[in-house]
């Protein structure tokens, strides 16, 4: 990344600033007509006045609202995957990943738990549902459906109808999600008018118009259960959807997080003179409307005080709290409760300081334009994953993808297929095997993480897919 610009960003006095918030007020107060939702703020529009008003914006919070915003976020309202979307999975390619992810599963777990427990699958981010249900048709065969569940934390609404649709019997879903049409509009709805019961209360009416703030609409109803949607498989599994790993119950669990920690909000630093500053995004209006530039803040800010130590010998750095935070309650749940986790991810161990990026139909894009319409990445540090869950779980690897899959008997599985599929997917069958093993066989990486009670255990019984330790 080219050195950014230093931030010379100064604040708007009070009655500016005040003008400029009622500026933003009248621009998001439409009536609710089709024309008003037309011209309604757009993300880029939205991400411009949050800047005028507050100063730049950290790049995870830039990061969050490209990607997660009710209102033109990139994973909330539209299906990105595949080849006519920006990027491709390989869970997407072949069954043959998903069928190595759940043995190791079912391998690990049968080691010190009776498969006549209970037991969880949670997964988080599950895209289409395609890794979960090739585990769970390993589980099944292998294992058996007595006791099992099935939890996926989810904050799309459109991935989690897809999912419904893949993984359950239509008539069995139930949803507490508002519509998908109704969640595009997303955010809080404004209408202005005299308030009766402000006009009741003194007979000095008010010249001013009062503003209504309405409930958003694509938030879930108010219900009594955790999960905003829940359906059931054909087999009569039970499926549930949540918003994060809070809401998910406390049970011994299978975690498996495939392409979700890339897409965590990242922080940037860079280290100066003055010590460490955080790298911020503004508007770039001398490049156009849609582009928006990276700036170095002129002082410390809260972040660059916490996450980074002045004895840090890197000149940059990116960092994911929110990665840690997770990985944290994982190994809490690991620890108290029992279970596995399985994080597979693009990442590194230790060393990589600018993998900030954004992918476009199959294409890297400057992440910086026309936000919203490309995919936000930044490579996964396992090693600030390792030192984060240290004091509560035994941690394996990273091991590259084509390791792991080699180790779990990927060859052997590909030999049995290809002698029971037809002639005309033998093709198909051994295209995806080429690309989940050498494609991106060195690129992808394996984590796992089992409660520190258990070290002992797995030296006995040395963990499938990883160099002994």
């Known amino acids: 990344m080219s050195s950014p610009a230093l931030c010379v960003w100064s604040r708007n006095p009070s009655l500016h600033l005040l003008k400029k918030c009622v500026r933003l007020l009248r621009t998001s107060v439409p009536k609710h007509t089709a024309k008003s939702q037309r011209n309604s703020l757009s993300l880029t529009e939205q991400l411009q006045a949050r800047i005028e ?17 009710p209102c033109g976020g990139y994973y909330m309202h539209r299906d990105v995957l595949g080849r006519q979307g920006d990027f491709t999975t390989s869970p997407e390619i072949t069954q043959l990943f998903g069928d190595m992810v759940g043995i190791w599963f079912v391998n690990e777990v049968n080691k010190f738990y009776a498969p ?22 390993v589980f099944k065969k292998i294992r058996g459906t007595d006791g099992l569940s099935v939890h996926l934390v989810e904050i799309s609404p459109e991935f989690s109808r897809i999912q419904a649709e893949k993984l359950c019997k239509k008539e069995s879903v139930e949803s507490w999600n508002a519509p998908l049409a109704e969640s595009r509009k997303g955010g809080r709805q404004y209408s202005l008018g005299k308030d009766p019961q402000n006009i009741n209360r003194s007979r000095k009416q ?59 909000p990242i922080h940037k630093f860079k280290k100066t003179a003055d010590g460490w500053r955080e790298i911020l995004v503004a508007p770039d209006p001398e490049k156009g409307s849609d582009y928006f530039k990276f700036v170095i803040s002129r002082s410390g800010t809260p972040s660059s005080k916490v996450l980074m130590k002045p004895w840090d010998e890197r000149t940059e750095a990116e960092i994911c709290p929110d990665a840690g935070l997770i990985a944290q309650q994982i190994a809490t749940r690991l620890e108290e409760d029992g279970g596995a986790a399985l994080i597979i991810d693009y990442g590194y161990d230790a060393g990589s300081c600018d993998t900030f990026r954004a992918f476009r139909q199959h294409k890297q894009v400057d992440p910086l334009v026309s936000p919203g319409t490309a995919d936000l990445t930044a490579d996964v540090d396992f090693g600030y994953l390792r030192n984060a869950v240290a004091d509560k779980t035994v941690t394996y690897g990273p091991v590259t993808q084509a390791y792991f899959l080699k180790q779990l008997g990927i060859d052997v599985r590909l030999k049995v297929l290809l002698e029971e599929c037809p002639e005309d997917q033998k093709s198909t069958l051994q295209s995806g095997y080429n690309m989940v093993m ?18 002992d255990h797995l030296k006995k019984y040395p963990v499938a897919g990883f160099p002994k330790i």
């Open 53 to 69: 008003i507050r100063g730049p914006l950290t790049v995870a919070d830039y990061m969050r609202a490209v990607l997660t915003s």
């Open 116 to 137: 006549s427990q209970p037991l969880q699958l949670v997964e988080f981010g599950p895209g289409r549902g395609s890794l979960t249900a090739d585990v769970l048709n």
């Open 206 to 264: 008010s010249s001013f118009d009062t503003v209504t703030v309405q409930r958003p609409q694509n938030l879930p109803k108010k219900t009594d259960a955790k999960h905003y949607q829940k359906g059931t498989m054909e087999d009569g599994t039970p499926v549930f959807w949540y918003y994060s790993i809070n809401e998910v119950p406390r049970s011994f669990s299978c975690y498996l997080a495939h392409e979700f920690f890339d897409a965590l």
């Open 438 to 455: 050498n494609s991106m066989g060195e690129r992808f990486k394996f984590f796992s993480m089992f409660p520190s009670v258990l070290k």
